[in-house]
Antibody, heavy 128, light 111 residues
Framework: QLQLQESGPGLVKPSETLSLTCTVS??????????WGWIRQPPGKGLEWIGS???????YYNPSLKSRVTISVDTSKNQFSLKLSSVTAADTAVYYC????????????????????WGQGTLVTVSS | QSALTQPRSVSGSPGQSVTISCTGT?????????VSWYQQHPGKAPKLMIY???KRPSGVPDRFSGSKSGNTASLTISGLQAEDEADYYC???????????FGTGTKVTVL
């Protein structure tokens, strides 16, 4: 059974870069059937998609975060990572990683469909 | 990028049915049949309940059903049970630029 586990610092200072890693176990990250995504949830608020990476390395980011986000994949470690730069208190949230099934291929993109499974989430607080 | 609109809360008594709406635009919900629904209990990770508008993953009770009309998708819980009390989020593919958008979330209360 596929499992995902987030890891990284729980406290980041304002203006610094938030870095998280998601380790995938029970399956290979190198499959054309899936994207690998990051989603966050500020305390008491809703879910926000951050970005996703396809097995080929193609990345797609939330337009509102695009200038600060980098998602990468390390197939040798079966991991993918998130970097969010210039963080502020507004970036305080529980960060989830999730596998996202890849749907039909269009001329432009392979359409991402549902997120399943999810990691348990990790709380990152931005504070000095 | 605007979140899909969901009612803040819905409630029902055990055994009743409740329906949660998820309203978007022709660029997301209305343009594609790639709407999914997630259940989230407090302190837990979201769980996939419905995908591709109306399909249920293995293990999800058949009292959960999904549908779509125009720019609005809906999740219906029939025969409401105490364990269905949770937050529910919709999510839709939104084209090759915006890519993915979640709903604002709905709290379901079992009275």
């Amino acid at each position: 059974q596929l499992q995902l586990q987030e890891s990284g610092p729980g406290l980041v200072k304002p203006s610094e870069t938030l870095s998280l890693t998601c380790t995938v176990s029970g399956g290979s990250i190198s499959s054309s059937s899936y994207y690998w995504g990051w989603i966050r949830q500020p305390p008491g608020k809703g879910l926000e998609w951050i970005g996703s990476i396809y097995y080929s390395g193609s990345t797609y980011y939330n337009p509102s975060l695009k200038s600060r986000v980098t998602i990468s994949v390390d197939t040798s470690k079966n991991q993918f990572s998130l970097k969010l730069s210039s963080v502020t208190a507004a970036d305080t949230a529980v960060y989830y990683c999730a596998r996202q099934t890849a749907g039909p291929r269009t001329a432009v993109v392979v359409i991402p469909v549902w997120f399943d499974p999810w990691g348990q989430g990790t709380l990152v607080t931005v504070s000095s | 990028q605007s979140a899909l609109t969901q009612p803040r809360s819905v409630s029902g008594s055990p055994g009743q049915s409740v329906t949660i709406s998820c309203t978007g635009t022709s660029s997301d919900v209305g343009g594609y049949n790639y709407v999914s629904w997630y259940q989230q209990h407090p302190g837990k990770a979201p769980k996939l309940m419905i995908y591709d508008v109306s399909k249920r993953p293995s293990g999800v009770p058949d009292r959960f059903s999904g549908s779509k009309s125009g720019n609005t998708a809906s999740l219906t819980i029939s025969g409401l049970q105490a364990e269905d009390e949770a937050d529910y989020y919709c999510c839709s593919y939104a084209g090759s630029y915006t890519f993915q958008v979640f709903g604002t979330g709905t709290k379901v209360t079992v009275l």
